[in-house]
C-alpha cells in the first residue's frame, strides 16, 4: 500500500525493512558461521530445520530505524534434513531405489506447446515399472539368502549343519528338519526386510509428504498468497488451466484427458492450447509439486504388497513342484496349492494394475488417499502368505531338499525385463527429445534412461555379491557351484554378476584414467595465459599451474556425462555377457571357463572369488563413508552434492528411496518470504550457496506474484544450470530458467572456472535478459591476487566452492539487489482478509493453509 504523507515538521517514518535470508549449501555451515556470530538465536523453526538470526537482531522489526542502509541478516538452516545421526547411513545401501527415482526427474524437456501427453506418461510408467523391478530384486536376494541358501542347501546339508551348532534344531528328526518348514522360518527374514522398508517409508512420508502445503503458489490459478485475492498466475496471467478453484467433476476429467504433463504448459481443456506466446510453464512452480502423499502412500502400499508376494512365490513354488510330482502329496495339498497360486497370480496382476494406474499429480495439492489400495492392498498380500506359509509347513514326510530353489529361471527373468524397459525408456526419451531438443541436455535426452541402466546394474551387483559372499562363508574352503563343493551355490546368474565387477572396475579406472590425462593437457594449455588475466603481475610457473590445475578440476565436472555414458556402455556390455554366459552353459564363470586357455581360466576364477569379496569391502566402506559424511562436514564436501541431488527430488518413483528433504525445505522459505514480505511490507533478497540456490530457486517458483516482487535471488556456487539443466532438463532447462528470469527481474548469479559444483546460468537466460539485465557476473577471478601486492601481502588462497560472500562482488550485487527492489516501488501488500483457511498465527498473516475439498473425478495423474 502507498506510504501515508508526512506532515510538515513531522519526522517521516521508517523506511521498510531489508532482510537477506542466507541459505547454505552441502556443507551444512553452522548458523554462527553464516551470521559471522558465535551466538545466534533461532527466531523460527525446530531442531530439524530452522531460521537464525543474531541476538541483537532478534527484534529488527520492531525498531527499523536501525537497519536504514542494510539488510537484516537471517539464515536458514537445514542441514540436520540430510545429516545428523550416524545411523542414516544405512539409507546409502538403498542407493539403487534413489538412482531410479531419479530417472524419473531426467526425462527430457516436452514440448510447451502441448506434448502428446501418451509419451510422457509412457515414460513415467517405465520408470515405475523399473523401479518395481528393483524392489523385487531386493526382496529375491534376500529370499536367495535365507530360503535357497540357508534354509534349503545348508540346512539340508550334514556338512554344513555339522560344524554350525546354531542349526542343531534343522537336523534330520527335528519338526524343523522338513523341508518346507525351514522355507517357512527362512520367510521371516525378507517378510521382516519388507516390513522394515515399509516402516522407514510410512515414517518418513508422515513427516514430509504428509504435511499440507500453503496454497498461494505461483501455480496455474493459484490465489495471491499476500492478499487472499483470487489472482494471477505466475506470469502476471488470468488463471489458466487446471487447478482452479471451482472445477467440476467433468472439468476434472478433461483434465486428465489432456495429460498435462510435468515439464510442459498444461492447456486448459475449455479454452483450447495455449496461445502461441504464452510463456514456459515451470513444473516446479505448481502447487502440488512439492505435496506427493497420494503417489508415495499408493507406491508404497502396492512396492509392500510386491516385497510379501515376491517371498510367497518363493515359498510357495518348490512346495508345489513337491506337491504335483509323481507320488507326490494327495489331491487335498494339491487343490490348496493351485489354489494359492491362483491367488498369487491375481496379487501380482492388482500391484502392477495399483503401479501403472496413476503417477504424480501436480496441478494442484492432491488431499485424497486411495485407502482401498494403501489398506487392503498390504494387508491381502500380508495374509496371503501367512496362507502360503501354513501350505508349505504342512507335513510331507517324505520332501528331501536337493539342489537349488528354482531361483535361475526367477532371476533370468528378471534381468531381461529390466533390461527391455531400460530399451523401452530409452525410446520413449529419445522421441521426447527430437521433437523438444534441449541445449546441453545429457547424452542426448538419455539420461533418465542411463540412471535407470546404472541404478539396476547397482541392484544386480549388490544382490549377486551378497548372495556369492554368504554361499562362500557356509561353503567354508571350497568354492560355491564347483566340484567338490558341498553347496551347490546361489543361481549361476547370481554368480556371473558378481564376477563382473573386477572387470567394471578395470573400465572405469580406464576411464577415469583417460579423463586425468586429458585434464593435465588442458592444465598444461591453459597455464601460460593465466599471470595475463591478473594486469601487473609477474608471471609465475608455479603459481599459474596451480590455478589452471584448479580450474582443469573443476572443468571434469562438465564431463560427467561422457564418463556415465561410458559406464553404462561398458555396464551394458558386461550385463549381457553374464546373462549369455549364465544363459549358454549353466555353470558359474569358473567351471565355464575350465579347458580354455589358462590366463583366461585363471582370469575367471579370479574375478570368481574376488568379485564377491569386493562387493562385500565395498558396501563396508559405503556405509562407513556414509556415516562420515553425516557427521563431518569435512567430508559432506565430498560426496555430498550427489547425495543431495539425489534426496532433492520427490519419491516420484519409488517409495523406499531415501526421503525428499526439499519437501520440508521449500515450503519453509516460501512461508518464511511470504509471510515476512506481508507483515514488513519490506524488501528481502534470498542467498542460496550452491545446493542452496536450488532450495531458494524452487521456494522463489512457489511465491504468489505479490510476494515475488519484493523478492531478489541471489546465487552463488550454483549448479542450476550446470548440473540440474543438463540431467533434468525438463525442471531446470532453458525454459524454465529463462521463465525464472523474466518474472523475477532481481536475480544476479555469481560462479568462478575453479569451481567444480557451480557455473554460470547463461544461454537462452542470458540472451532473455529483461531490463535487468543479465543474470550472470564472472567468472569472479579466484585467487584474487595473482602475487604479493599492498592489498594482498600474503598468498591469496584459491577458494574454488567455498567463501563467496568473502568476494567485494558479493556485497556490491546484494546491495544493487535491494536498490533495484526499492526503486520497482516494492511496498507493504494488503494483509489477507482473516477467514476460513487463514492464519494468523506465528507470525505469518496473510497464508493459507490448503484444505482438502470435495475432489472433482479421479483422472490418471498428469505428471508422469
Known sequence: MPQPAVAPGAVPPAPPLALELFVHGVAGAAPGELLRDP????????????????????????????????????????????????????????????????????????????????????????????????????????????????????????????SRSWTGFLRPGGWWAQPGRRLALGALVPAALTGLLWFLSA???????????????????????????????????????????????????????????????????ATGPAAPDAHVDAPLGRPGFWYGRRIVARLRAAHTAAGLLTVAVAVAAPALREDLAPGGAGPGLVAAGRAVGALLAAGA????????????????????????????????????????????????????????????????????????????????????????????????????????LLGC????????????????????????????????????????????????????????????????????????????????????????????????????????????????????????????????????????????????????????????????????????????????????RTIGILWDVGTFWPRAAHPFAPPCYAERAVPDLTWRMTGWTARTGGRLVISGHSQG????????????????????????GSPLARLYGRWFPAYFGPGPLTALHRDLDCWRNLWRATDPIGGPIGGPVTAAAGPAGPVDRGPLPDPVAYGRDALHPLPAPILRHTDYQADPAFTAERDALLERLAAAGAGAAEPAAAGDGVREDAGLPGQRISKPRGAPADPPGTAG
Open 39 to 162: 551466538h545466534p538465536v533461532r527466531v523460527t523453526g525446530d531442531s530439524t530445520a530452522a531460521v537464525f538470526r543474531r541476538a541483537e537482531d532478534a527484534d529488527a522489526e520492531a525498531h527499523p530505524e536501525r537497519y536504514a542502509g542494510r539488510p537484516v541478516p537471517e539464515a536458514y538452516c537445514w542441514s540436520r534434513l540430510t545429516s545428523g545421526n550416524g545411523a542414516r547411513a544405512l539409507w546409502l545401501l538403498l542407493l539403487p531405489f534413489m538412482i531410479a527415482n531419479l530417472a524419473h526427474w531426467a526425462r527430457p524437456a516436452a514440448a510447451p506447446a502441448g506434448p502428446p501427453p501418451r509419451a510422457v506418461r509412457a515414460y513415467g510408467l517405465l520408470v515405475r515399472l523399473l523401479a518395481l523391478s528393483l524392489t523385487v530384486l531386493l526382496v529375491a536376494a534376500a529370499c536367495e539368502v535365507a530360503l535357497d541358501l540357508l534354509a534349503w542347501q545348508c540346512a539340508g546339508t550334514a556338512a554344513c549343519t555339522g
Open 203 to 269: 515414517r518418513t512420508w508422515s513427516a514430509y509428504e504428509s504435511q499440507p502445503p500453503p496454497t498461494g503458489a505461483a501455480g496455474p490459478g493459484a490465489p495471491d498468497g499476500a492478499t487472499g485475492r483470487a489472482g494471477t498466475n505466475a506470469h502476471g496471467h488470468a488463471p489458466v488451466g487446471p487447478g482452479v478453484e471451482g472445477r467440476g467433476p467433468g472439468d476434472a476429467d478433461a483434465i486428465g484427458r489432456a495429460g498435462g504433463p510435468a515439464g510442459a504448459d498444461v492447456p486448459d481443456a
Open 349 to 452: 496382476v492388482t500391484v502392477l494394475w495399483v503401479v501403472c494406474r496413476r503417477g504424480r499429480s501436480e496441478a494442484r495439492p492432491d488431499h485424497r488417499l486411495d485407502r482401498a489400495a494403501v489398506t487392503l492392498l498390504p494387508a491381502g498380500a500380508l495374509a496371503l502368505l501367512a496362507a502360503v506359509l501354513l501350505y508349505a509347513g504342512w507335513s510331507r514326510p517324505g520332501w528331501v531338499s536337493a539342489g537349488r530353489l528354482p531361483g535361475d529361471f526367477a532371476f533370468g527373468a528378471l534381468m531381461p525385463a529390466q533390461g527391455g524397459c531400460v530399451l523401452a525408456l530409452a525410446l520413449v526419451a529419445r522421441r521426447l527429445h527430437r521433437r523438444t531438443p534441449t541445449p546441453g541436455a545429457v547424452l542426448g535426452g538419455l539420461g533418465g534412461p542411463a540412471a535407470g
Open 457 to 636: 546394474a547397482l541392484g544386480g551387483v549388490m544382490s549377486g555379491g551378497v548372495a556369492q559372499r554368504v554361499a562362500d562363508w557356509l561353503d567354508g574352503a571350497a568354492a560355491p557351484g564347483t566340484p567338490g563343493s558341498p553347496l551347490p551355490g546361489p543361481p549361476v546368474l547370481l554368480s556371473w554378476q558378481a564376477a563382473v565387477l573386477p572387470p567394471l572396475l578395470l573400465a572405469l579406472a580406464l576411464v577415469a584414467a583417460v579423463a586425468a590425462v586429458r585434464a593435465a593437457a588442458t592444465r598444461r594449455r591453459t597455464a601460460a595465459a593465466v599471470a595475463a588475466e591478473y594486469p601487473g603481475a609477474v608471471p609465475d610457473p608455479d603459481r599459474s599451474r596451480r590455478i589452471a590445475g584448479a580450474r582443469a578440476a573443476a572443468a571434469l565436472t562438465d564431463t560427467a556425462p561422457w564418463f556415465v555414458g561410458a559406464v553404462c556402455g561398458v555396464t551394458l556390455l558386461l550385463g549381457a555377457g553374464a546373462l549369455a554366459g549364465a544363459w549358454a552353459g549353466g555353470e558359474v564363470p569358473a567351471e565355464a571357463a575350465r579347458g580354455t586357455h589358462p590366463i583366461v581360466a585363471a582370469a575367471a576364477r579370479a574375478a570368481q572369488d574376488s568379485g564377491s569379496w569386493l562387493i562385500g569391502f565395498g558396501m563396508a566402506a559405503f556405509v562407513a563413508l556414509g556415516r562420515r559424511a553425516y557427521r563431518d562436514p569435512a567430508s559432506r
Open 693 to 716: 540456490s536450488v532450495l531458494a530457486a524452487a521456494a522463489v517458483w512457489q511465491l504468489p506474484p505479490g510476494t515475488r516482487s519484493r523478492v531478489g535471488l541471489l546465487t552463488y
